[in-house]
């Protein structure tokens, strides 16, 4: 189930990323300006699709962020030696019983 979602993590932002490279720039950091899609649709139609594309993108991808940490952290072993069960102590040797069995 995790490798499903981490494939699903992985196409959302490849989608994200492409997505905001194709909005408009205001100037920037870069100034490079904006160029158009060549007549597909008006500015403000444009505008309005890719900021609610990026925006249900974004909100996609912290689910599956999320949906990763929390499967992560189930499948992870105790860490602190206060999570782990105690071992029973053994009983010490006899006297005149060797502690470690001999070897034959």
Known sequence: MTSVIL????LLAIALVGVV???RSEGGVFGMGGGGMGGFMTGRATADL???????LAAAFMASSLTLAILASNE?????ILDQPRPVP?????PGEPSV????
């Open 101 to 104: 069995p001999l070897a034959k």
């Open 21 to 23: 490279l194709l909005q």
């Open 7 to 10: 494939v699903i993590h992985l």
């Open 90 to 94: 053994q009983a010490p040797a006899q």
């Open 50 to 56: 890719l900021t609610r594309t990026t925006t249900i």
């Open 76 to 80: 992870r072993q105790p860490s602190s």
